[in-house]
């Protein structure tokens, strides 16, 4: 079967740095996808891989290892409105994406 | 703003009505895609059109059904229905496909819709 795995909730201090982890195990890999919701709101997309190595985006970066079907979201110095859920999703070989449940970031003064 | 447009925002009605969902893609974007996200639930991928022809289904329940029109945008039915429904429900437009690997989805505000 297809599965994504992202730990349910974190949390994390103000200006720290955190990572969510996500592995995923599916049928065929195109590229995998992060995407931010906060609470109420529709998701935004963050970043995609899809080869080996770490993509940098100012505050935010993301990692790939395809053989270990493993991702991570980096997040540097954090603030209050990091504070969202952050979603990890597969395109496998079909092009259709699979959705993990989501990791709820909260962050403490 | 993504682009991405829904009506309505939100959606009271009771348990065994039938309601219908708006969406207009990013201009052009040629897929469709609904969710359905229930309070504090993960996002459930219902149903995906490209061009107009359906393109892939997922958790999609037998009482919804969607099309998508020749001007590209969608309408997601929900009919006879129970309390169950209530949940935010995104519509996604996206390029598909541009090229393999190489597409993100837009996503719109949502509708969220409360069934008493």
Same mark, same amino acid.
């Given at each position: 079967?297809?599965?994504?795995?992202?730990?349910?909730?974190?949390?994390?201090?103000?200006?720290?740095?955190?990572?969510?982890?996500?592995?995923?195990?599916?049928?065929?890999?195109?590229?995998?996808?992060?995407?931010?919701?906060?609470?109420?709101?529709?998701?935004?997309?963050?970043?995609?891989?899809?080869?080996?190595?770490?993509?940098?985006?100012?505050?935010?970066?993301?990692?790939?290892?395809?053989?270990?079907?493993?991702?991570?979201?980096?997040?540097?110095?954090?603030?209050?409105?990091?504070?969202?859920?952050?979603?990890?999703?597969?395109?496998?070989?079909?092009?259709?994406?699979?959705?993990?449940?989501?990791?709820?970031?909260?962050?403490?003064? | 703003?993504?682009?991405?447009?829904?009506?309505?925002?939100?959606?009271?009605?009771?348990?065994?009505?039938?309601?219908?969902?708006?969406?207009?893609?990013?201009?052009? *974007? #040629?897929?469709?895609?609904?969710?359905?996200? +229930? &309070?504090?639930? /993960?996002?459930?991928? =219902?149903?995906?059109?490209?061009?107009?022809?359906?393109?892939?289904?997922?958790?999609?329940?037998?009482?919804?059904?969607?099309?998508?029109?020749? *001007? #590209?945008?969608?309408?997601?039915?929900?009919? +006879? &229905?129970?309390? /169950?429904?209530?949940? =935010?429900?995104?519509?996604?437009?996206?390029?598909?496909?541009?090229?393999?690997?190489?597409?993100?989805?837009?996503?719109?505000?949502?509708?969220?819709?409360?069934?008493?």
């Amino acid at each position: 079967g297809q599965n994504i795995d992202q730990p349910t909730e974190m949390t994390a201090t103000e200006g720290a740095i955190v990572q969510i982890n996500c592995t995923y195990q599916t049928s065929g890999f195109n590229g995998l996808f992060w995407y931010q919701q906060h609470a109420g709101e529709a998701p935004t997309f963050l970043s995609y891989n899809v080869l080996d190595g770490l993509e940098e985006k100012g505050r935010f970066s993301s990692f790939l290892s395809r053989s270990k079907g493993y991702s991570y979201l980096l997040l540097k110095e954090l603030q209050m409105k990091d504070s969202a859920s952050y979603l990890c999703a597969v395109e496998g070989s079909n092009y259709q994406l699979i959705w993990g449940a989501g990791t709820k970031l909260i962050i403490k003064p | 703003d993504s682009g991405v447009t829904q009506t309505p925002k939100h959606l009271i009605t009771a348990t065994g009505q039938r309601v219908t969902l708006r969406c207009s893609p990013r201009s052009g *974007d #040629l897929s469709v895609y609904w969710y359905q996200q +229930s &309070l504090d639930q /993960g996002l459930q991928f =219902l149903i995906q059109y490209y061009n107009g022809e359906e393109r892939a289904k997922g958790n999609i329940l037998e009482r919804f059904s969607a099309q998508q029109f020749p *001007d #590209l945008h969608s309408e997601l039915n929900l009919s +006879s &229905l129970e309390l /169950g429904d209530s949940a =935010l429900y995104f519509c996604a437009s996206s390029v598909f496909p541009v090229q393999e690997g190489a597409y993100e989805q837009y996503f719109g505000p949502g509708t969220r819709l409360t069934v008493t």
